[in-house]
């Protein structure tokens, strides 16, 4: 990832203080990654580590670590790992730092586990476009030639939606503007943009489909801030 890009997110994640719910996309486990077990675990090749791609605090690894023997949460915030090894401290899984978009690390990492499926929640979308093409490599080379791959990403309406949401008033989805404040904004993707990026490294879509991401943020009417989003189920080809 690029040292910009890196330093806005280790400054997020060093700001926020370190509790559950206090990222905007820290939707509880249950009603996330353990909900969306029917879209990816019939794909997951038993015996397989687990990495939680992006894993932010952990919240989603924690919930994984519940239904597969070893899960890995990455993400290439210090700061981050800082918050999912306080935050998931009862929980089994192996945090560790990791930027997706490094090739070399990616080799090695599977060099280490062999190889792994993939959850990853909203981690491409923020990526500059020119690191993409890495980031889905080390994918490719991740799963090797057994794993598979559970990626969501914000759909082209998830854009609008946000720009909605910060209109209602100066003081509207405070969750929303503190990553603005770090210029970590959003990027709601073209239809198709997802296939794309991980079609040029090889990867095919098995299957797919829509999604909502249940922001912790609330409108000023109390409205839960909820974002459409589409996932796909991908592999080697």
């Known amino acids: 990832m690029s040292q910009t890009v890196n330093s806005n997110w280790q400054g997020f994640w060093a700001e ?3 509790e559950r719910g206090g990222a905007v ?3 509880a486990g249950e009603e996330t990654a353990t909900a969306q077990l029917p879209w990816f675990r019939p794909h997951f090749a038993e015996g397989l580590p687990v990495l939680d791609i992006g ?3 952990g919240t989603q690894s ?6 597969f023997p070893r899960v890995l949460g990455l993400d290439f915030a210090p700061a981050a ?3 999912a090894r306080q935050l998931q401290a009862d929980s089994p899984v192996e945090f560790r730092t990791f930027d997706l978009a490094d090739t070399a690390a990616a080799e090695a990492l599977h060099a280490e586990l062999g190889d792994v499926n993939v959850y990853m929640r909203g981690v491409l979308h923020q990526m500059p476009d020119e690191r993409r093409p890495d980031a889905a490599a080390s994918l490719a080379v991740l799963l090797g030639e057994t794993g598979h791959l559970f990626a969501v990403e914000l759909s082209p309406a998830a854009g609008q939606t946000i720009q909605s949401a910060v209109a209602k008033a100066p003081d509207a989805v405070p969750k929303m503007r503190m990553v603005f404040k770090h210029n970590l904004t959003p990027a709601a993707w073209l239809d198709g943009k997802l296939e794309a990026v991980l079609g040029g490294a090889g990867l095919e879509i098995v299957t797919g489909g829509a999604t909502t991401l249940h922001g912790t943020d609330r409108l000023p ?3 839960p801030l909820d974002l459409p989003m589409n996932y796909v189920v991908a592999r080697r080809g």
Not at 62 to 67: G, I, T
Request: charged share 20%.
């Open 16 to 18: 926020l203080p370190k």
């Open 25 to 27: 996309w820290d939707s």
């Open 55 to 57: 894993c932010g605090n």
């Open 62 to 67: 924690a919930a994984l670590a519940q239904a």
């Open 81 to 83: 790992i800082e918050h």
């Open 221 to 223: 009417d109390g409205t």
